[in-house]
């Protein structure tokens, strides 16, 4: 069911998810010392804001000014078995700890692999602080119980199991690790120990290595091998209320054909699958047997056909006018002199009447 119902003119509220608990100090702590976390909880409400996806969120003034426009709004009364809505959502503690996340795991990577350049380096950092890895970890290290949101996005989104909001409510626990220091020195190492004891037991850095999970940077250098340009990405449809977003992308080539399209409910999501879905239409048999052949037919356009234009009939010569040095005879022909060459041509004598004398 959609946490919200629209009727005309009236929308009901329904966001209550009897799945959500709230998270206690003591169900943070083992979590935190499980990998090796020695600190000290100085504000505990920032991990459990850290849990709170923005569906899950009390919002009277939106709802007030949403009244004040003529819509009526309500709200479905909260079943016992579910939790009250929750003041703050994790959207501001998930942007912090991006950055915080970014910070680290660049630092790691760059003393782990020294000399191996800023393009290795890069592709490292961005194979493991993306929405996809960052849920695998949160679901390993056990964050996933913990996360509060709409019954919508329970069940249709299967959010307890999204691994893009899973994604979210790490980077978000970063957030709060970091913010509750009041020392950012000691904020940031709590944050760095905590993350690298982390990803040093769940990810297996040469499988990162050796596959290539970011898509659109592989079509971006297939498109500058084959065009010499980058491929655009272009937003074709969206559908869905605003809460709950459908985004289909295009992959467009030089010549403003789609090559593919894919939907999802986050755009980079989308774009990164319709960039895979074109990849794989330059690694079919044809391709590699003929892959001129197969990149004219999947991605560039038509070649021009040649028409045989019939070659023009030359101008004829136009005919001299007389001038005054013709000789005109009484054979009706005229002779004159034209670069020394002399010329016959036919003259027709104009016919003169008696009127005309």
Request: charged share 25%; net charge neutral; with cysteine.
């Amino acid at each position: 069911m959609n946490t919200v119902i629209q009727s005309g003119n009236t929308k009901i509220f329904n966001p209550w998810n009897a799945k959500n608990r709230e998270l206690n100090p003591s169900d943070a702590i083992p979590i935190l010392k499980r990998y090796g976390w020695k600190g000290r909880i100085n504000n505990f409400h920032l991990f459990a804001q850290a849990c709170c996806h923005k569906s899950y969120i009390d919002r009277p003034d939106t709802w007030q000014e949403q009244a004040e426009m003529g819509e009526e709004i309500i709200i479905v009364p909260r079943p016992d078995d579910c939790i009250p809505l929750q003041k703050c959502d994790n959207e501001e503690l998930e942007y912090l700890g991006d950055r915080v996340l970014g910070l680290i795991i660049a630092s790691y990577v760059t003393k782990r692999y020294p000399g191996q350049g800023e393009g290795f380096l890069t592709r490292m950092l961005s194979r493991i602080v993306n929405n996809k890895q960052l849920g695998y970890l949160a679901k390993e290290v056990g964050m996933a119980p913990w996360i509060i949101l709409s019954r919508h996005m329970e069940d249709v989104c299967d959010g307890r199991n999204n691994l893009r909001i899973l994604g979210s409510m790490f980077e978000a626990w970063f957030g709060a690790m970091y913010l509750q220091e009041e020392d950012v020195g000691r904020g940031l190492q709590q944050c760095n120990d905590f993350l690298v004891r982390i990803i040093e037991k769940h990810i297996d850095f040469v499988q990162i290595i050796v596959e290539d999970t970011n898509y659109k940077d592989q079509l971006l250098r297939k498109f500058q091998a084959l065009y010499h340009v980058p491929p655009r990405y272009k937003e074709v449809l969206v559908q869905g209320p605003v809460h709950d977003r459908v985004f289909t992308i295009a992959v467009i080539d030089p010549y403003d054909k789609v090559v593919t399209t894919a939907t999802a409910r986050n755009k980079k999501v989308a774009e990164q699958e319709a960039s895979r879905l074109a990849l794989e239409l330059f690694e079919t048999p044809e391709s590699k047997e003929q892959p001129n052949k197969v990149m004219n037919a999947v991605i560039m356009p038509e070649p021009i056909k040649k028409v045989e234009m019939p070659m023009p009939m030359p101008m004829p010569m136009p005919m001299p006018m007389p001038s005054s040095n013709v000789m005109v005879s009484d054979e009706g022909f005229s002779n004159f002199k034209l670069t020394g060459i002399t010329k016959r041509h036919a003259y027709h004598r104009p016919k003169v009447s008696m009127d005309d004398m």
